[in-house]
């Protein structure tokens, strides 16, 4: 069965730093890779994904991701982070050929000034 | 424009009574999902529509659990004999159509089950 792992629960980081979340994935066939975002008091919202091509993805807000077939990874990176990052940050997958989204449980960034 | 819009943002209910939750897609959007999200985790995929067939129903966790698309715009989420377990955040997406296009989700209804 295909299963999101999102390794870090809880990511706290001071402003200006950089920052890596980390998102393995298991599944046998290829699949789509995308990263959400859920600001608080908001709806997710899409980040950045990956089809197919190039292995690195930029996405809104200045986050990229790069997607490892070797390590079935998709961590999402930013060089320098702001306070208006803090949010939870979900990584998700779509088995190529299918519509099942399944998600990771989530990590929360918080950004410190 | 209007994004997804869900009613009723929130819900309280009792054990064993009958909730919809309703879903209003982006204008022209042929693909509709619906998610459950609990405390702490991240949204988990209930059903698939793609205009008015559900595509992909394996994620409704039981009978109890039902949803409709019946003219390939707003849909419906039944839940039967509620039970306590069922309280979560239920979440509605809407995107063009294939797995690939982005997902645009609703601010989700809060579904309490006392």
């Known amino acids: 069965a295909q299963s999101v792992t999102q390794l870090d629960s809880q990511v706290p980081v001071f402003e200006e730093a950089p920052v890596e979340l980390r998102c393995n994935y298991s599944s046998s066939v290829s699949v789509y890779l995308f990263w959400y975002v859920q600001y608080p008091n908001q709806g997710l919202q899409l980040l950045l994904k990956y089809l197919s091509g190039s292995t690195l993805v930029k996405g809104i807000n200045g986050f990229e991701a790069e997607f490892n077939k070797s390590q079935t990874s998709f961590h999402l990176r930013k060089p320098s982070v702001h306070i208006s990052d803090t949010a939870e940050y979900f990584c998700a997958v779509i088995l190529t050929g299918g519509f099942k989204t399944i998600f990771g449980a989530g990590t929360r960034l918080f950004v410190k000034a | 424009g209007a994004g997804v819009s869900q009613t009723p943002s929130n819900k309280v209910t009792e054990k064993g009574k009958y909730v919809e939750l309703r879903c209003d897609p982006i204008?022209?959007?042929?693909?509709l999902y619906w998610y459950r999200q609990s405390l702490g985790q991240g949204p988990e995929f209930l059903i698939y529509f793609q205009g008015t067939g559900a595509a992909d129903d394996s994620g409704l966790p039981n009978d109890r659990f039902f949803a409709v698309r019946p003219e390939g715009s707003v849909s419906t989420l039944k839940i039967q004999r509620t039970e306590r377990g069922d309280s979560a955040v239920y979440l509605c997406?809407?995107?063009?159509?294939?797995?690939?296009?982005?997902?645009?989700f609703g601010p989700g209804t809060r579904l309490l089950v006392l």
């Open positions: 997406a809407s995107s063009l159509g294939e797995p690939q296009e982005t997902q645009y």
């Open positions: 204008s022209g959007h042929t693909a």
